[in-house]
């Protein structure tokens, strides 16, 4: 079975600092997909950023980018210029491309950014 | 816009009582979603629905049913509420394949007394 570990529960910046936030995950699947998620104070979960195992590049999307080291088994993701409402819980998650969308989430990391 | 609408946003059971919990989804989804988060454990997967009438386990659904009798309403059903139920539950959809990304609702914080 695949496992996700968010090994910093809280992380706190100030704003404009850049920061990254951990994940590691355990898989024998060769091909999978990694995704980070963000919940706000209003719950609602939004998709941050994916990334396809099988694609070399790290994604990045505006102040949103990824180091995926597949060897390590490692996804970090890294807020450039944080912002006030990048305030909220962050969550890694692995998925099998196989089959229905079911998604394997790390424990989160509540990220808080500070004026 | 998407939208993935969960009727309670907070909900008081006792302990013993049959709760309904209701997810709609207005993007005509094939896969549905019950995930419970819980402090320190993230969220996990209770039940998953690939089609009308179709449900499959998902890692944790001891304790839990569901329901799908229509395409855009997925119930989670706790036969009998105990307080380790006690959670938040958050309901998702997504199209069928690939990297479609899973749209979720705002959740509903329940509580067993």
């Known amino acids: 079975a695949q496992t996700v570990t968010q090994s910093q529960p809280e992380m706190s910046v100030q704003e404009a600092e850049t920061v990254t936030l951990s994940c590691t995950y355990d898989t024998s699947e060769n091909n999978y997909y990694l995704f980070w998620y963000k919940q706000p104070p209003s719950r609602q979960m939004i998709l941050v950023i994916r990334q396809e195992a099988y694609k070399q590049q790290n994604a990045t999307e505006n102040r949103f980018s990824v180091n995926f080291q597949k060897a390590a088994k490692s996804f970090s993701l890294k807020i450039s210029d944080s912002q006030l409402g990048d305030t909220a819980m962050y969550f890694c998650?692995?998925?099998?491309?196989?089959?229905?969308?079911?998604?394997?989430f790390g424990q989160g990391t509540r990220l808080t950014i500070n004026p | 816009d998407v939208k993935v609408t969960q009727s309670s946003r907070y909900l008081v059971k006792r302990t013993g009582e049959k709760v309904f919990l209701e997810c709609v989804q207005d993007?005509?989804?094939?896969?549905m979603f019950w995930y419970r988060q819980d402090p320190g454990l993230g969220l996990r997967l209770i039940y998953f629905?690939?089609?009308?009438?179709?449900?499959e386990k998902g890692d944790i659904p001891e304790g839990y049913s569901v329901s799908r009798e229509k395409k855009e309403r997925f119930s989670l059903i706790l036969e009998s509420a105990s307080t380790n139920q006690t959670s938040m539950y958050l309901c998702?959809?997504?199209?069928?394949?690939?990297?479609?990304?899973?749209?979720f609702g705002s959740g509903t914080q329940l509580s067993v007394l």
């Open positions: 629905s690939y089609d009308v009438k179709m449900k």
């Open positions: 998650a692995f998925m099998k491309p196989q089959g229905a969308q079911k998604l394997v």
């Open positions: 993007m005509d989804h094939e896969n």
């Open positions: 998702a959809s997504s199209l069928r394949v690939g990297l479609e990304k899973l749209f």
